[in-house]
């Protein structure tokens, strides 16, 4: 104002410096208003779990592309990397008035008749962008409710991968393990070097996604499936796998190493990258921390699937679900999910994430090679119907757990896992009962 004053001293008078002035300070206050006003409108809240340093730059490349539609990311964190402590938050905006425009799932932890009817349903959205037409079919599975499209997935990260230090393993003098023994082999000559063998997997859900390879590497991938997506339980046979599939857990458990005991996954990352321990079992993020730390695929670290598992996709997709928080947020938040299928954003998402793009028109120019892979089998598994996603149970998480901090025994194990998903089976069949009304 001071300066737009001093512009006009030397053709106003005292008195019209004046008038100016008290207009100025009369017009300035719905300026602020304006803006203010603005501000509110464009702001969309986000609640997310991204907390290492690469997951960081994901939510850095979503703010890019929201800005570009002049939507300003309100901030929402999570506080740790338990997926238990996320999901307690995320049942508790269910019930409250104040909540997120836009919360992360990973989909099918969302897709369930009692949460859906606090979505915003997505179904112009996903005709205007022809979802249908390139995300996998089993990624719709997991992003629909009766039909209705309620989440947008927007990623694709597979699980079963198996992440190598090149330099420690060429001191193994072994091929890169393909079958179960192949891996024991590797850890036990490992063990007899005096390499550290194995990451440390301390959270609840990275142990129940090795839970998950193990039992697609034991039971096979049509059990898996017969499982967990036709709901078809052979309890006798069954549970004979379940038991194998705790005792193989067991087995690996025994190779974690003591210098990631307390390590997050993205510092274990770190520490596979530096040389201070051999193998990392974990999903494709993996890729993207290594990567921002410096460490080059195939030149410092290889990626393989882990052992038993090849041609199965393990996925892990995450979604954003919208909150139906009134009609004043609504145009951002479908204008958000928008952009989430957008071209441009998949492919620069991917190119830092390590994940796959979750549509399958995208160019895989510019990616590196484990990116590349992770690209080429999910395509080739949605062909062959091999694309399966994980269980993501906070249930089977304490199972697992319990197993491995010896809460339980194996066979107790196996029971408490055959009775979960016994009725996984069952409330399925009830809610595939339920009216449309419901």
Request: proline share 3%.
């Amino acid at each position: 104002m001071t300066s737009l004053l001093s512009l006009a001293e030397p053709v106003f008078s005292a008195s019209a410096r004046l008038i100016a002035y008290l207009c100025l300070l009369l017009f300035t206050p719905f300026v602020i208003a304006q803006n203010s006003t603005v501000s509110k409108a464009t702001s969309i809240s986000v609640a997310h779990w991204w907390l290492s340093e690469s997951e960081l730059k994901n939510a850095t490349v979503l703010k890019k592309h929201l800005s570009q539609y002049n939507l300003d990311w309100k901030n929402i964190s999570a506080d740790s990397n338990s997926t238990t402590d996320y999901l307690g938050n995320f049942q508790a905006w269910l019930t409250k008035s104040q909540r997120p425009d836009a919360a992360i799932v990973i989909g099918s932890a969302a897709i369930t008749h009692i949460n859906s009817q606090h979505f915003l349903q997505l179904d112009q959205i996903a005709q205007e962008q022809h979802w249908e037409d390139v995300i996998p079919y089993a990624i719709q599975a997991t992003s629909k409710h009766k039909g209705h499209w309620i989440s947008a997935p927007f990623n694709n990260h597979s699980t079963n991968w198996l992440w190598l230090n090149k330099t420690l393993f060429s001191q193994l003098d072994l091929p890169e393990p393909e079958t179960w023994n192949d891996l024991i082999a590797a850890l036990e000559r490992a063990k007899q070097l005096g390499i550290p063998a194995l990451v440390t997997l301390n959270s609840d859900w990275q142990q129940t996604q090795l839970f998950e390879m193990l039992l697609v590497a034991t039971a096979g991938m049509e059990s898996y499936r017969r499982i967990f997506i036709d709901n078809k339980i052979i309890e006798t046979e069954d549970k004979r796998q379940l038991l194998t599939t705790f005792l193989r857990l067991k087995q690996i458990s025994h190779y974690f190493s003591d210098n990631t005991l307390n390590s997050t996954w993205n510092e274990a990352s770190n520490l596979l990258g530096q040389g201070k321990v051999l193998m990392q079992i974990n999903g494709s993020w993996v890729n993207s921390e290594l990567k921002n730390l410096g460490w080059k695929a195939d030149e410092d670290y290889i990626c393989l699937r882990f052992p038993d598992t090849q041609g199965a996709y393990i996925f892990n997709s995450d979604h954003f679900v919208f909150f139906k928080n009134g009609p004043a947020t609504e145009k951002n938040q479908r204008q958000m999910a928008r952009v989430l299928l957008d071209k441009e954003f998949q492919r620069d998402l991917s190119m830092i994430s390590g994940a796959a793009p979750v549509r399958v028109d995208i160019s895989t120019k510019g990616f590196d090679s484990c990116t590349k892979k992770n690209v080429h089998d999910l395509r080739m598994a949605n062909m062959r119907h091999a694309v399966i996603p994980i269980i993501s149970n906070p249930k089977l998480f304490k199972i697992v757990n319990d197993y491995l901090v010896l809460k339980i025994t194996a066979e107790q194990a196996t029971e408490q896992a055959l009775a979960l998903f016994t009725q996984i089976t069952l409330d399925n069949k009830a809610n595939a009962g339920l009216s449309d009304a419901d």
